[in-house]
């Protein structure tokens, strides 16, 4: 394998606490050398003057649709979107079809995800057996299979005494549980955000009582058992409060937000978009507000993208019929820099910690650090490149985006794997 030599760029590493322009040099699999000026003639060069350099993105929560829903996104499709988003590692969630609730589908997955060779690919297992939130399914064959955590994802498993026992067995395993928390009971099929904006618009809302009744539950049953709770997708200040004073008792709970959760509020729903309409839905001002301030006092955790192809026709249903969901991986970057660098001034540091050392923690995988003898997992972007996000460039196998045609700012222009370039463009 030829070394690669990365010449000249801003790096930013947030585990070593890094940021200077410097050269890395990549053989193998790894990083062998950072410093200024390295020279090395045989050696394949990009030049990344003017651009930041960092550890590869990893997505704790994004969907595949395989198996299952092949016309919306394969395991190589949506690898060749994460990259293109600059993620050299994504979590898939288990609601496909068959749950990710066996052994056979777990294999399945890693071995469509070696066929792309593009980014890791781990798999999220199901808690329960076809995500029926009834019969816990087998922990230790799946964790051997190579499931990074657990999950039935959209469903929450409503019986606390059957996630009493998967906290129990997760914490056997020294796995995480994450969990969907909204109460369907309380969000009543909701299509938006209950508030101002649904009552204006006529439409049933999903109120922020049906995320926050599920937090403060499995906070106090993380509690309880002592196991790691991860919370996907928080979009309520009530929740944020929620969890930042957990964190304060010491209960082992970590949480993730999405880009839209803290770039757009409800008042976008008045176009009727169904790009827009996702779940948990995207809330009120005063909860966009919530979320960039748990950003900031790092009561988040993570950035995931919850990345949900859909197919175009389900998606031109009218609204109350159309699936929840939008695509994440190529908008994501995007939409941290314009709100949260470029609008509220986040410091590098601590964007790029959500996006890297976080979820490698809580993932418990030697990744996400820039320094001699790491695995060369490397993210190049320039933060201020503009680009038009078109459906003749989405590598998504679905559109179903809220940004199509639209002029964004901050692009990937090189992601490497493992210690090989799997995306680079000089656009």
Known sequence: MKAILIKGGRVIDPKTEVDDILDILITGNKISKIDKEIRKNDAQKINAKGKIVCPGFIDLHCHLRDPGRPDEETIE???????????????????????????????????????????RVFPIGAITKNREGKEITEFGELVNAGVRGFSDDGD?????????????YSKTFDVPIFEHPIDKYLAQD????????????????????AEEVIVARDLLLAKFTGARLHLCHISTKGAVELIREAKKKGVKVTCETC?????????????????????????????????????????????????????????????????????????????????????????????????????????????????????????????KKKWKFTSNTIKSKSKNTPFLNKELIGKTIGVIVDGEIKYYTED
Not at 192 to 209: A, D, K, Q, W, Y
Not at 344 to 368: C, H, M, Q, R, S
């Open 77 to 119: 499709s949506g690898s060749e979107s994460a990259i293109a988003g600059g993620f050299t590692t994504i979590c898939c969630m288990p609601n496909t079809e068959p749950a990710i609730d066996n052994e056979g589908i777990v294999n399945y997955i890693y071995k469509e995800a070696a066929r792309a060779n593009l980014c």
């Open 156 to 168: 929450v498993v409503a019986d606390g005494n059957v996630f009493r026992h998967a906290l129990e």
């Open 190 to 209: 909701g299509l938006m955000n209950e508030g101002f904006v649904s009552t204006r618009l006529g439409m049933t809302g999903s109120p922020v009582i």
């Open 259 to 383: 880009p839209h959760y803290f770039f757009f509020n409800d008042e976008v729903l008045e176009s009727f978009g169904t790009s827009y309409k996702v779940n948990p839905p995207i809330r009120s001002e005063q909860d966009r507000q919530a979320i960039i301030k748990g950003l900031r006092d790092n009561t988040i955790d993570c950035i995931a993208t919850d990345h949900a192809p859909h197919c175009q026709a389900e998606k031109e249903l009218e609204f109350a019929n159309a699936p929840f969901g939008m695509i994440g991986f190529e908008t994501a970057l995007s939409l941290i820099i314009k709100e949260l660098v470029n609008k509220e001034k986040f410091d590098w540091i601590k964007i790029l910690e959500k996006l890297t050392v976080n979820p490698a923690k809580i993932l418990k995988e030697k990744l996400g650090v820039i320094k001699q003898g790491a695995v060369a997992d490397l993210t190049i972007f320039d933060p």
